[in-house]
């Protein structure tokens, strides 16, 4: 062999060794990050030259120490079980994950590679240090607050991380529709993103919407933000005092839930606006008051309260249609009270204070009933009286039937009396008219030396005021009804 087929020799032999030691190369970060009891996992890939391979053995080491090896036993016992190889060597993918993560595996560690026992490179110049780190880092949180009820919230929690084996797990405060996704970063870092979709309603108003994030290990991050929501008025009712007297103030106030903070408007039954403010006053209150309503009105809406009515308190008006009636002889006296709260209705017949028959109560309305036998009396008085006060009316005794049908018996008596003695008197005037000569007179031509008058009746006066009637001077005045004597009566009774 020449010196020129030497050279081109040596030169192919050069240039072979050239690009074999080329085709040796691994892509490894410098350095990742990694939390204290929780995973890493170191990325890598590698090449090696364009043979062909029918094993592949892969092996991490840190200087002269191995801590990954596929034979357990050729692994220091530091870290056996706790490393492992994730990717796929024949598809040069070198990747290791380390497990409880441990304040000395800080490395550097370097990538071996062995093809079929007899082809090996170890990638020295490629080493990777891990970074500890005691904390998890902050948690990424947003989410709109200011939201209307109704309105379709979304809120995205966001972590950064070094065990993608493993990712982080997120927990919300909120129920809802969640959605997960993973991105891998640079440096050996990954993003864990948790969305959570949900409709908003006016009891998330002002309460903290929480992410908590737990870490393969068990460490814990907790973030959360307040939600401020929109709503119409709720729960809009008026608050009072329901008993009032009659002719007192009242003093009624509005409230209701809402955000942002109601104005208020009162309204009477009829829908007339009364006054705006969140205090309505009603003086001189009566029990003709109108009930009233109140508005609670904001950007979002109006809302109306119930009708309220007052509760008003009366003394005792017995209503002057209370009257007494007779019916087959029976002598029924009815006294009707208007009073709140109801009275007790009593009957004074003479000197005795009557037990009623019945005594009915509907509302405001109390009725009392006496039905008995009420003897000559002309009259009976009617007392009501509850926590406010007291009221009286007298009321009139109808004549009793036995009376009237003899007085009756006897007017017919008499009127048939007076028509014999006209007709007998007109048989003598015409036996004498004729005897004299005198023309017969004709009776439909007849008229009464004087006019007819309607019969007269005296006026039942009804007395109202209580201080005429006391149950003390009935018991002990029985002149009042027992021993009446009047001029009218001696007259009478002399010219009978």
């Known amino acids: 062999m020449d010196a020129l087929q030497w050279l081109v ?38 090449n090696y030259p364009d043979i062909t391979v029918h094993t592949f053995t892969g092996i991490w080491r840190s200087d002269d120490r191995v801590i990954y090896h596929p034979t357990q036993s050729n692994t220091v016992e530091k870290y056996r079980g706790r490393t492992k190889i994730l990717g796929d060597l024949s598809k040069k993918n070198c990747s290791l994950m380390i497990e409880n993560l441990q304040q000395s595996d800080g490395g550097p560690f370097f990538f071996r590679i062995e093809l079929d026992g007899t082809n090996m490179f170890s990638y020295f110049s490629n080493k990777v240090s891990i970074s500890m780190i005691g904390e998890p880092n902050p948690t990424d949180f947003f989410v709109q607050e200011e939201v209307k009820e109704g309105q379709t919230v979304s809120a995205f929690c966001s972590v950064s991380h070094s065990c993608p084996t493993y990712p982080p797990d997120f927990h919300w405060s909120h129920s809802g529709e969640q959605h997960f996704q993973t991105q891998k970063l640079q440096n050996g870092q990954w993003k864990a993103t948790s969305t959570l979709t949900f409709h908003s309603d006016r009891t998330d108003h002002n309460k903290p919407l929480q992410c908590r994030v737990t870490y393969h290990g068990g460490k814990q991050q907790e973030t959360s933000k307040t939600i401020k929501v929109k709503y ?58 109108e009930a009233v309503y109140c508005t609670a009105v904001n950007e979002e809406g109006r809302v109306r309260s119930s009708t309220v009515k007052l509760n008003v308190l009366y003394a005792p008006d017995i209503e002057t249609y209370s009257k007494c009636s007779s019916y087959n002889g029976i002598v029924k006296c009815d006294c009707i009270v208007q009073s709140r709260p109801p009275s007790m209705v009593h009957f004074v017949l003479g000197d005795r204070v009557l037990q009623i028959t019945k005594l009915e109560k509907n509302g405001s309305v109390t009725t009392g009933t006496l039905q008995t036998d009420f003897g000559s009396f002309k009259f009976v008085h009617c007392l009501a009286n509850n926590t406010l006060g ?49 023309p017969k007179s004709d009776l439909s031509t007849m008229r009464s030396d004087r006019p007819a008058e309607p019969p ?40 009978m």
């Open 390 to 438: 007291n009221a009286n009316l007298t009321l009139s005794l109808p004549a009793n039937d036995n009376m009237q049908n003899i007085f009756i018996a006897s007017g017919a008596g008499v009127i048939f009396l007076i028509i014999l003695i006209a007709i007998g008197v007109g048989t003598v005037k015409r036996c004498r008219g004729q005897s004299d000569g005198t």
């Open 232 to 289: 119409a008025p709720v729960n809009v009712k008026v608050e009072y005092q329901s008993d009032v007297n009659e002719g007192e103030t009242a003093h009624l106030k509005c409230s209701s839930d809402a955000n942002p903070v109601s104005s208020y408007e009162w309204h009477s039954e009829t829908g007339a606006l009364l006054n705006k403010g969140q205090t309505y006053t009603m003086s001189n209150v009566s029990r003709h008051s």
């Open 456 to 495: 007269r009746y005296a006026q039942t006066k009804r007395k109202e005021n209580y201080e005429d009637v006391h149950c003390n001077d009935i018991y002990t005045n029985d002149s009042v009804y027992g021993n009446m004597e009047t001029d009218w009566d001696e007259s009478v009774y002399a010219n």
């Open 9 to 46: 020799f040596f030169i192919c032999i050069c240039f072979k060794a050239t690009q074999t030691e080329s085709s040796w190369t691994v892509d490894v970060p410098s350095s990742v990050e990694g939390l204290l009891g929780s995973c890493v996992v170191i990325p890598c890939t590698y």
